[in-house]
């Protein structure tokens, strides 16, 4: 036990068992327990998923196993073959069940210190990347799978330990075909993913909302129902966080707090021109007293103050675009429609600061807004398209000049709540299956295959 190195989470709590001179699991009186075979005959399958049985001490145990039965232990000694074969037997049970359910990496401890956020002398701090929940072995896991040894369901045990997700099926599938150690180490990465997911995974939703950041795409699916679009991630250095949330409000020509980011580099330049705010929509708003500032008087120092917002107004030509798709995270992260759908032409459509525009918005909106009243429906299609300058001229025009007729002020929505709040999957697989069901593979595009594949390696 002191000579093993491994610090994996199964390698962890098994030694912290036997630390604490738990009792043994698989040696008693009549020697070794006969479903020491089942752990055998389980474990040795990890060469199938890419992996070798070596890292799992499967020869070892299979050794041991047969030097016990024939009672042939040689210099070892009875007292070392026997210690030896428990601890590797456990740790072998462990690896393989906890590794099926969980994942054989942490995806939280590997990509949450990949981006540096901030940094200096004593301390770094860095951008979180993964925020999809995920499940950990803990000590009441390894007490309820170590009963299972004693009541004799090891077998079963495993099996159930195993991805159920079809899936996953498939990639393991399509290992046994690739013929190149990169085609092999893509299918595996993504067969990782797959663990991950075991606690929540859009095969358990009906209706969802999935987009996979590796596809640059969006799938909504509503049973048989289909709705894929393009879709325009973060940048490299500003990427889209991966994360599970619903849904919960669709806000139409939406105003844009602009990221202080964003202010620092292109508007503190241009502080005081008037021109420059009204030419592209921007307004300063105090936020202690909700009163608009003249843009002629304001200051790099306001600006960049927190006592400040710039504020770009919604309508046509906002950032947003003229839809905005509201779900709980903690990034301030969203999906919105664009005011450049040019870029969704493009192959490379990584060039957000961390939200995602997508490519049809009031399509994915009549599809969270399912079967509600078309009377709402019509009113959303119509704010959409709207002109709300009209609607602004309207509002200080004498006797409806200007374009006042041309806006029904009765049909305008700003706000509307998804009742039935949809699952929004962001995730990462660069082999995933398209809407005619055939299998695809996609860029790695933040080189996330790259650091999953250097940590799955300790177990090849």
């Known amino acids: 036990m002191f000579e093993d190195k491994d610090m994996q ?7 912290r068992y036997y630390q604490a001179h738990g009792d043994f699991l698989w040696i008693g009186r009549g020697g070794v327990r006969a479903d020491a075979d089942s752990v055998v005959k389980y474990v040795a399958r990890v060469t199938e998923m890419g992996f070798s049985a070596d890292r799992f001490r499967v020869d070892d145990i299979r050794d041991d196993i047969q030097r016990v039965r024939r009672l042939e232990f040689g210099d070892d000694g009875i007292d070392l073959v026997f210690a030896r074969l428990e601890y590797n037997l456990t740790k072998a049970f462990l690896r393989y ?38 499940k950990n072995p803990d000590k009441n896991f390894c007490k309820m799978a170590f009963g299972k040894i004693r009541h004799d369901s090891v077998g079963v045990f495993l099996r159930e330990s195993e991805p159920a997700d079809p899936f996953y099926r498939e990639l393991l599938a399509r290992l046994h075909s690739e013929t190149t150690e990169a085609g092999r180490m893509r299918v595996m990465c993504n067969m990782e ?17 999935l987009l996979n950041v590796a596809s640059q795409e969006l799938d909504a699916v509503d049973g048989d129902k289909r709705l894929s679009m393009r879709v325009v991630c973060g940048a490299t250095k500003t990427k889209t966080p991966l994360l599970y949330s619903r849904i919960e409000r669709i806000d139409i020509n939406p105003q844009w707090i602009i990221p202080k980011s964003i202010v620092k580099k292109s508007v503190v330049p241009h502080a005081g021109s008037t021109a420059y705010f009204d030419s592209r929509r921007y307004f300063v708003l105090e936020r202690k007293t909700g009163k608009t500032v003249d843009a002629a008087l304001t200051t790099p120092q306001m600006l960049m103050s927190h006592d400040y917002l710039v504020i770009q107004k919604g309508g046509k030509g906002n950032s947003l675009g003229r839809m905005i798709f509201r779900f709980d995270n903690k990034f301030s992260v969203y999906l919105h429609d664009t005011s450049n759908p040019k870029l969704f032409t493009s192959t490379d459509r990584m060039a957000s600061h961390g939200c995602v525009r997508v490519q049809r918005p009031l399509d994915l909106a009549m599809f969270l807004l399912g079967d509600a009243d078309e009377r709402l429906k019509e009113k959303v299609r119509y704010s959409f398209t709207v002109d709300l300058e009209a609607e602004s001229a309207a509002d200080g025009a004498e006797g409806g000049r200007n374009g006042a007729a041309s806006v029904d002020k009765s049909k305008l929505v700003r706000s509307v709540p998804v009742k039935a709040k949809v699952p929004l999957f962001i995730t990462y ?4 299956k398209t ?3 055939s299998m695809r593979s996609y860029p790695d595009i933040y080189g996330y295959d790259k650091v999953l594949a250097q940590a799955l390696k300790r177990y090849m």
């Open 429 to 432: 697989f660069t082999l995933f």
């Open 97 to 134: 069940c906890v590794g099926q359910r969980y994942g054989f990496v942490n995806p939280r401890k590997l990509f949450n210190r990949l981006d540096v956020h901030d940094s200096d002398s004593v301390h770094v701090t860095y951008q979180t990347l993964f925020d999809i929940p995920v």
């Open 9 to 15: 989470a199964a390698d962890i709590q098994l030694k």
């Open 193 to 209: 993913r797959c663990r991950w997911a075991a606690g929540r995974y859009p095969v358990k939703e009906d209706k969802y909302v």
């Open 435 to 437: 809407a005619d069901g």
